[in-house]
């Protein structure tokens, strides 16, 4: 019983030339050393004639040696003759099947690929290479190779080689078309010969350096494109690793902020309890009662903060937290805060805080709250500070003034000035730090509109030298 019928499938080209395109671009080296090898094949099998005519050179020197009766000498001249005939015949072979060899240089050698170009064809017509197809195939190929992938000195020579050949041959054709060596009689069939000698010149010359052009600008415009993309890539690490840094800068602004103000106060608390302990138990007892306020505060701070910069990251968050934002209206508390742990504060404040924005009523307040945690630190509770806020149409200034000893309680890091700069410097403001006569001052100013212009004749930060403190 005869099987089923057998079915071919059509050849899908979409699929395959893709693939074929790709491999080509991964391996163009192996891809042209793999093209050169196929015509040289093709140029050998094409030139098989002459490697006949070699064998029946020697066919004829054998017999011819064979019938000279005159002499040996006769034998031995046809012998060599036909020797040199079976070499001759060889090396055409040979020069046959290099003339592939500029298309396997052409990437790697464009110079040395133009060079072999015309050196190849000069050898063939010198042994009589019958058939030059592939020569003049792969001399295109090698104009190409100069225009497109020559870099630096190659190049320069390229340039100058290819129009030497391309006027060399220009030469050459009108010498044998005006000189009769095709035994043209006809005037006018002589200049259209001319005419498609020339045209078929041009062709090839300009077809293969205007291809190879193009393809230099468009390797000129991917590398282009790629040495964007990698720029690219870098300055989006770039501000990936700068995102990354301001945000822990911002983290531990926030956290110096809570921590230093309430760990300030316990300390100057727990000090007075310990004086007051054995003299007036009841008193200590209330400044131990303060202390346990002030750490749950900050415990309570902390967490808030926490949750704040956890929600922050979460992208599902709907920003709306209760982190710990403070403003202006929660000063009142810092201050009774600070006159509780036995500081001696005044406080004064000009115009109204009435639509003050809520990242410049944080930045005050974090300022106010930074400079009294370096008073009691550096200065003691004892000294005497005052508090100034001025609110302003174009903004809001702030003056934290103390008068007393400075550095009497141990050193600092300056990190909290550090953080109050960061903090005006956000909002376009400016702050001075330094010392004054008999004490210490933190000015700040702190524009609406965020810039930096002062108040005429209200606010010079240039008039303090600035000193950095914990």
């Not at 390797?219 to 993309?229: E, F, G, P, S």
């Not at 509770?381 to 003034?401: D, K, M, P």
């Not at 400016?430 to 700040?444: D, I, M």
């Not at 100013?445 to 240039?462: E, I, K, R, V, Y």
Request: net charge neutral; hydrophobic share 45%; aromatic share 6%.
């Amino acid at each position: 019983m005869p099987g089923p019928p057998v079915t071919v499938e059509p050849l899908d080209v979409a699929k395959w030339w893709p693939r074929v395109q790709t491999k080509v671009r991964r391996h163009p080296i192996r891809t042209d050393i793999g093209f050169a090898l196929l015509l040289g094949s093709f140029s050998v099998l094409s030139n098989q004639d002459t490697a006949a005519e070699s064998k029946r050179s020697v066919e004829a020197a054998k017999v011819a040696a064979a019938k000279a009766t005159t002499a040996a000498v006769d034998a031995s001249t046809a012998a060599l003759a036909g020797q040199s005939s079976v070499k001759f015949g060889v090396i055409a072979l040979v020069v046959a099947a290099l003339s592939a060899l500029p298309f396997a240089l052409r990437r790697l050698a464009p110079f040395w690929s133009i060079v072999a170009a015309v050196g190849l064809p000069l050898l063939g017509w010198a042994v009589e290479v019958p058939d030059q197809v592939v020569s003049l195939l792969v001399g295109w190929f090698a104009v190409h190779a100069v225009a497109q992938y020559a870099q630096g000195r190659s190049l320069v020579w390229g340039r100058r080689l290819v129009a030497l050949v391309f006027i060399a041959v220009t030469m050459v054709s009108i010498v044998l078309i005006a000189t009769d060596a095709n035994d043209i009689t006809d005037r006018a069939s002589r200049f259209r010969l001319l005419f498609f000698s020339l045209f078929g010149t041009v062709g090839m010359f300009g077809t293969a350096w205007l291809s190879g052009w193009l393809g230099r600008g468009r390797n000129d415009h991917v590398a282009l494109l790629a040495q964007r993309a990698i720029e690219l890539e870098e300055r989006q690490d770039e501000q990936a690793r700068q995102a990354v840094f301001d945000e822990r800068v911002r983290i531990a602004r926030e956290v110096h902020d809570v921590v230093a103000h309430h760990v300030s106060v316990m300390g100057v608390q727990a000090g007075a309890a310990r004086m007051m302990l054995a003299k007036d138990p009841a008193k200590a007892e209330a400044v131990i009662g303060q202390i346990e306020a002030s750490s749950r505060s900050a415990i309570t701070d902390l967490s808030r903060l926490v949750m704040f910069l956890r929600e922050s990251d979460d992208p599902t968050s709907s920003g709306v937290t209760d982190a710990p934002q403070p403003d202006l209206e929660q000063l009142p508390l810092l201050f009774d805060e600070s006159r509780q742990a036995g500081m001696d504060l005044t406080v004064e404040s000009t115009g109204s805080d009435i639509g003050v924005p809520a990242s410049i009523g944080l930045c005050a307040y974090r300022i106010v709250q930074e400079a009294l945690t370096n008073v009691r630190k550096h200065a003691g509770v004892t000294a005497t500070t005052r508090v100034s806020l001025s609110y302003l149409s174009t903004g809001v200034e702030v003056i934290v003034q103390n008068r007393g000893r400075i550095g009497v309680s141990g050193g600092g890091t300056g990190h909290g000035v550090i953080g109050m700069r960061e903090r005006v410097a956000l909002l376009g403001g400016t702050l001075s730090v330094g010392q004054v006569p008999g004490g210490f001052r933190v000015r700040a100013w702190l524009p609406l509109q965020g810039n930096a212009a002062t108040s005429s004749g209200h606010f010079d930060p240039a008039s303090t030298d600035s000193q950095k403190i914990a």
